[in-house]
């Protein structure tokens, strides 16, 4: 079975950071692109960044670009997000994905087949 478990969301003063790990289990995800995506309140799903299976190439969202940091170890099967300089608008639930195996780095939700249950991250002005 699948699994995708976020953790390490929580609540951040502005201008603070936090760090999201994400663990996958039953199977290896070391050939599948990887990504974030965030869904606030009231709002649809948005992609935050992605990480191909196959080189460092990331993908980041401009409203995110500069201040977080996606990165993996596929050697753990861990996805990271290091978020910093953070700010109210970040505030949702933070979500990582994975993508076929050897699939292309994409930014729609659409392109991935599995899914974490998300983690909450505040973030307070």
């Known amino acids: 079975q699948v699994q995708l478990v976020e953790s390490g969301g929580g609540a951040v003063q502005a201008g603070g950071s936090l760090r999201l790990s994400c663990a996958a289990s039953g199977r290896t995800f070391s050939s599948s692109p990887m990504a974030w995506f965030r869904q606030a309140p009231g709002k649809e799903r948005e992609f935050v960044a992605a990480i191909p299976w196959s080189t460092d190439d990331t993908v980041y969202a401009d409203s995110v670009k500069g201040r977080f940091t996606i990165s993996r170890d596929n050697a753990k099967n861990m996805l990271y997000l290091q978020m910093n300089s953070l700010k109210a608008e970040d505030t949702a639930v933070y979500y990582c994905?994975?993508?076929?195996?050897?699939?292309?780095?994409?930014?729609?939700?659409?392109?991935?087949?599995?899914w974490g249950q998300g983690t909450q991250v505040t973030v307070s002005s």
């Open positions: 994905a994975a993508g076929p195996k050897y699939g292309n780095t994409r930014v729609v939700g659409t392109a991935y087949a599995y």
